[in-house]
């Protein structure tokens, strides 16, 4: 039973592999981009088709090209999101504890970028356990970053719409991380 098994994924693997190779790289975003927004709730799916669509460049792709540009692309928005908070600290208009704030963020957000870039590298490697749990620990800066700003009464985070972005950016690469998991 347990050689059945082990062929049968094998099987599985290799029709996936064959079939996203052979039909074009927005089908795919799209199959991937549907079940990954299935299985999260936070993970929009137009927001999904349309960040991979636009660097898919395309040309056909297998899953695991979608994760190394989903993981390029969490990596980029991570340091544009560093640059924004540069700008941000240079604006007068925030007070002592929204520019206390903003330097937590992008401390965060520079560890976040050596970590995505480890996960990509562990992903590389076939080490999905280990991109998983990277990628998770990325994750974590954004709603961390949001946290800050909710410890005083009233304070709106300047960050929300780039600390949504990263979420997503990063929930994309674990499902489609946890996809290859499984097969």
């Known amino acids: 039973m347990r050689r059945f098994s082990s062929f049968s994924k094998i099987i599985i693997t290799f029709l996936v592999l064959f079939h996203s190779t052979i039909m074009g790289s927005n089908e795919l975003i799209q199959l991937s981009c549907k079940k990954a ?26 899953l695991q090209e979608l994760v190394v540009i989903s993981l390029n692309l969490t990596i980029a928005n991570a340091t544009n999101i560093n640059s924004t908070i540069s700008n941000l600290l240079k604006d007068k208009a925030f007070d002592n504890f929204a520019k206390e704030r903003l330097r937590g963020c992008s401390e965060l957000y520079a560890d976040a970028i050596p970590t995505l870039q480890e996960a990509l590298c562990a992903f590389q490697s076939k080490d999905f356990a280990k991109a998983n749990i990277e990628v998770s620990s990325a994750m974590d800066a954004s709603s961390t970053c949001e946290d800050g700003f909710k410890e005083k009464k009233g304070e709106v985070s300047p960050l929300r719409k780039e600390n949504d972005v990263f979420f997503q950016l990063n929930a994309i690469s674990l499902a489609f991380i946890n996809t290859l998991a499984s097969i």
């Open 37 to 62: 927004s299935q299985g999260d709730p936070n993970l929009s799916y137009k927001f999904c088709v349309s960040s991979l669509e636009a660097n898919a460049k395309g040309h056909s792709l297998d």
